[in-house]
């Protein structure tokens, strides 16, 4: 009897560690993936420390020993270090290497064998235009990690010095170096979003030369919202000024209008400020404008004729639109309702016309 009494305690103690083993299976099955190695960017060395200003991120600038078995050590143990991975994630990431990669069997011939994400002839250019500037007195001890500020000014490197211990203390000391300079800049921009920003930005940029102003001020309020500080939020802001300064030019306009007694050319500039600043804060101020002109009690008849003269034109351009494709059906439906519902309007008179010119085309019995 005491076996089976301390069979049941033991048995559910078993199924709880079952259990809960398997919420850590899942609970790690359904954790992201770990960075597994460094984003190493291609490119000029200019639009390097530009990306890295727009984004407010440092630079790691790694100057690795071209010989096979230093750079395994550097692979195999300082580039697989989750911490370090972890802060290059947050850096633009550069290498200089004065060695060519022989391809593996059935990679891209196109790309490094060893750091996949360049070409072997990215990472000998850096090397040879940046190790003058890097050098010291025409030496370099490797591996050289550098690590510079967002706005290119070096902040602090860890070189290879005489040690016994396998460069295990200097890999802890870039590992810091490289925490500190991320923590430092402070919040950065990431990287999928500077790519879309560079193309967004200037697509804004050209809307707002179209005058395409709720456009542009859509892309430049999301900019400026997710940007903290660089050139991105520099154009963002400007962009909005830019906005802002021709909505008020445009209200200001209409206003005129108004008050010289234009009604109808004011309500419809009104209407244009409304459409193209879409999304803006000037939007409600249109918006507010136009309601006071159709509830005006001096107004409203006249802004009611106007608005069916609108509609009555906008509908005969249909008409004939339809009629010029060859739907004489339709066409002819568009302008029955326009000499119905809009025949005191000038559009009105023309829309009978079309009819009549319609009859004559299909015949009797239409």
């Not at 396998?166 to 000391?173: E, L």
């Amino acid at each position: 009897m005491r076996s089976s009494s301390l069979l049941l305690p033991l048995t559910f103690l078993l199924l709880c560690g079952e259990v809960a083993a398997q919420g850590k299976r899942k609970s790690s099955a359904s954790a992201p993936p770990k960075k597994v190695s460094i984003d190493w960017r291609p490119g000029a060395w200019e639009s390097i420390l530009e990306e890295a200003a727009i984004r407010n991120v440092p630079v790691l600038l790694a100057f690795v020993p071209p010989e096979v078995g230093l750079l395994r050590e550097l692979q195999n143990r300082l580039y697989r270090d989750d911490r370090f991975l972890a802060a290059t994630a947050d850096c633009v990431c550069v290498l200089a290497v004065d060695a060519e990669h022989k391809p593996r069997e059935g990679g891209d011939p196109s790309k490094c064998a060893e750091f996949p994400t360049v070409a072997c002839a990215d990472h000998v250019k850096v090397l040879k235009e940046l190790f003058p500037q890097f050098a010291k007195d025409g030496e370099m001890r490797l591996p050289l990690h550098v690590l510079l500020s967002p706005d290119g000014k070096e902040r602090e490197r860890v070189e290879t010095n005489p040690v016994s211990d396998g460069g295990a203390a200097r890999d802890k000391q870039i590992v810091a170096v490289t925490q500190g300079a991320v923590s430092a800049a402070g919040k950065g921009l990431e990287r999928p979003l500077f790519v879309r920003f560079s193309r967004e930005l200037p697509d804004a940029e050209r809307a707002l030369e179209r005058n395409e102003l709720g456009a542009a001020y859509a892309s430049f309020r999301e900019i400026a919202a997710m940007v903290k500080l660089g050139p991105f939020l520099q154009r963002a802001k400007a962009g909005l000024q830019e906005v802002e300064t021709r909505g008020s030019a445009l209200l200001a306009a209409a206003a005129e209008q108004e008050a010289a007694g234009d009604v109808t050319g004011a309500y419809d500039a009104y209407v244009a400020v409304e459409r193209d600043l879409s999304g803006t804060p000037l939007e409600r101020t249109a918006i507010a404008a136009r309601t006071k002109l159709e509830r005006g009690p001096k107004t409203r008849e006249a802004i009611a004729l106007h608005r069916r003269t609108r509609e009555a034109e906008d509908l005969l351009r249909e008409a004939r639109e339809l009629g010029r494709k060859g739907d004489l059906a339709k066409a002819t439906k568009v302008l029955e309702r326009i000499v119905r519902d809009f025949g005191d309007t000038p559009s009105g008179a023309a829309a009978a016309k079309d009819l009549a010119s319609l009859a004559t085309k299909q015949g009797p019995g239409r």
